[in-house]
């Protein structure tokens, strides 16, 4: 099994580039999530998505937009890349809403990006 | 708004026991779990309180006090495998929001 798998593991960019990140995951999850991880800021939800053809805004989802137009992909587009963007980039999928040990978050193993 | 607040990190011997704490301010709240993530991998799910009480599974425990907006994540038996960021993490009414995140150090 495969979980959640992220494409690719290290990009580097310049500012004003654009790039998308992938995320696919093959446990018929309903629910997917994008996070973004800082050095002492934890995880940070940037875009969510319920269902196939769903998204939703998180905490910090300037500069960013996603699409699921099917159920096991979740993308996650940078249209200019700015140096605060610079960051490790998860992506996650549930089955069903967070709400309990039967439904934990599945991480993928990250995207490290920098913007210079 | 949503927030938990856990220290930022903590170090303890090998053998011992560790308490992680985490407060929390979150909106229609549901429950309260925790992750691990050592360095340079993913987080990993550990466990999931949705009542107050004790959790127990192996060597970790989980707490939540909702009156107290609180709780723990108990480590013992400490291994040297167990260096690692925890996060705690608020399923709330809108999402799951994390923690900024305790780093444990496992001494010899």
């Known amino acids: 099994n495969a979980g959640v798998t992220q494409t690719p593991k290290f990009r580097v960019l310049k500012t004003g580039q654009s790039m998308t990140l992938l995320c696919a995951q093959d446990?018929?999850?309903?629910?997917m999530y994008w996070y973004r991880q800082d050095p002492g800021m934890g995880l940070r939800l940037i875009h969510y998505?319920?269902?196939?053809?769903?998204?939703a805004k998180g905490e910090v989802p300037d500069g960013y937009n996603v699409s699921r137009l099917k159920k096991q992909n979740f993308l996650l587009g940078l249209e200019s890349a700015a140096p605060s963007q610079t960051s490790v980039y998860f992506c996650?999928?549930?089955?069903?809403?967070?709400?309990?040990?039967?439904?934990?978050?599945?991480f993928g193993n990250g995207t490290r990006l920098t913007v210079t | 708004g949503q927030s938990l607040e856990q220290p930022s990190e903590v170090t303890a011997v090998e053998g011992a026991i560790v308490q992680i704490n985490c407060t929390y301010q979150?909106?229609?709240?549901?429950?309260l779990s925790w992750y691990q993530q050592h360095d340079g991998g993913a987080p990993t799910f550990l466990s999931y309180?949705?009542?107050?009480g004790l959790e127990e599974t192996g060597r970790f425990s989980s707490f939540l006090s909702r009156s107290d907006s609180y709780g723990y994540l108990l480590l013992q038996e400490l291994q040297m495998k167990d260096s690692a960021s925890y996060f705690c993490?608020?399923?709330?009414?809108?999402?799951?929001?994390f923690g900024t995140g305790t780093r444990l150090t496992v001494i010899p």
């Open positions: 996650a999928s549930s089955y069903y809403y967070p709400t309990g040990e039967n439904s934990p978050l599945h």
């Open positions: 446990m018929n999850h309903e629910y």
């Open positions: 998505s319920v269902g196939e053809g769903t998204t």
């Open positions: 979150t909106s229609g709240f549901y429950g």
């Open positions: 309180n949705g009542l107050d």
């Open positions: 993490a608020g399923t709330g009414a809108n999402n799951l929001f």
